[in-house]
């Protein structure tokens, strides 16, 4: 089957623009520019979302293991950043190609109005034919506003600009079964229909010193992605003409194939855009309402709160057995909840002394799991 791919993210990781030596830049990232190029200048519109800040400061700084101690991390990031930018400006140069630099924290995405307008910029970008190279702010981003992972940030930037296709590229062929013993490797997996508890399994970690998520992220980035209607590929960044490849449907890698029944961008927002800090328990009265028959949640329904939380944050709603069975925008903050749980609605006014809705979290901002 051909499909049609016009708008394309791809994520390449820190494995491909450093050798085992220790060096920053191997030789695999020219030829992958080189793509990159071909395919912009065949009409696909391309945003690039690169790994690399960090292990490229640590090249320059000659650090030789990962640096735990953050400030030295976000060092490093300063200095790998400007290096790779300036080595993406002379590769792309070489084909006349534009680009950008974005850098963005999770609080670009968490605010409804600066994720609108990252979008439109990096739409706009798009429009004037350039190809914008995104990597996360690590020099300030702290422990509450970031992404942690590029895996999870390019899936983000796939659901943001509405992309048909996400490609992550790293250095190996793909997702591969476990062997019967559960140790090794056994064979490549093609394609994959749905994110199984057993495909999750799959994901073995294959990090190395620069690298921080291995397979167990991209799997977590395809299931995102996926659920949005994008269609999710990883291939092996080495192999020369992989995304030509690929595209042209020669059978390589793995892909996951989107959903068709996608949830709304609001609701991607809400599920993915927004950190949690608090958690709501729900009876199985009010567990039945939610999952099937699609109700908002009352307070009456409600058992128990954990966490800090005011009105309008995103909250995670459990059952009483600690099962994980939504996400949503709640209306009441903590201290309000504690006093109006387990009451009806018609009590809300005369407890609290106001009342802002009947419903705990309204159905519309609510996404059940
Ligand atoms: N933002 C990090 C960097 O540029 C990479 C994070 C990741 O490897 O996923 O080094």
């Known amino acids: 089957m051909t499909y049609t791919w016009n708008r394309i993210i791809v994520k390449v990781g820190t494995s491909l623009l450093t050798t085992p030596d220790d060096e920053f830049l191997s030789s695999y990232i020219a030829g992958i520019v080189k793509e990159l190029c071909n395919l912009r200048q065949s009409g696909k519109e391309i945003i690039l979302v690169t790994s690399g800040a960090i292990g490229a400061g640590m090249c320059k700084l000659s650090l030789k293991h990962r640096p735990a101690n953050i400030p030295l991390k976000q060092a490093c ?7 790779l930018m300036n080595t993406y400006e002379h590769l792309f140069g070489e084909h006349h190609q534009t680009i950008a630099q ?6 670009e995405l968490a605010n409804r109005k600066s994720y609108i307008n990252t979008r439109n910029t990096l739409l706009t970008l798009l429009q004037h034919n350039v190809i914008p190279i995104i990597n996360e702010n690590d020099t300030v981003s702290v422990e509450e506003i970031k992404f942690g992972d590029n895996d999870t940030l390019s899936s983000l930037v796939a659901q943001l600009v509405e992309a048909d296709l996400l490609i992550l590229l790293t250095d190996i062929n793909g997702l591969y079964s476990k062997t019967s013993d559960g140790k090794g490797f056994g064979e490549l997996i093609p394609v994959v229909k749905d994110i199984t508890p057993e495909i999750v399994d799959m994901a073995k970690d294959t ?36 995304i030509g490849d690929a595209l042209d449907d020669k ?3 793995t892909v996951f194939t989107a959903k068709e029944d996608k949830i709304s961008s609001r609701k991607r927002w809400i599920m993915y855009g927004l950190k949690t800090t608090g958690e709501i328990i729900i ?3 009010a567990k039945e309402a939610i999952l099937n028959q699609g109700k908002s949640l009352l307070p009456s329904g409600v058992v128990d709160i954990k966490g800090r939380f ?5 909250v995670i709603i459990n059952g009483i057995h600690g099962d994980s069975l939504a996400k949503g925008l709640v209306n009441y903050s903590k201290g309000a909840l504690v006093k109006i ?29």
């Open 77 to 83: 990031a300063a200095v790998g950043q400007s290096l």
């Open 102 to 107: 974005v850098l963005l924290t999770h609080q």
């Open 207 to 242: 990090k190395n010193k620069f690298s921080t998520g291995g397979m167990t992220t991209k799997i977590k980035a395809a299931q995102m992605a996926t659920m949005a209607g994008i269609t999710v590929m990883i291939l092996n960044g080495r192999v020369e003409c992989i």
């Open 251 to 253: 059978g390589c890698g």
């Open 283 to 285: 009876d199985n009265g």
């Open 310 to 314: 005011e009105e309008g944050d995103a």
């Open 341 to 369: 749980k387990g009451k009806q609605s018609s009590q809300i006014e005369e407890i609290l002394g106001y009342k802002y809705d009947d419903e705990i979290i309204h159905r519309d901002n609510l996404v059940v799991f």
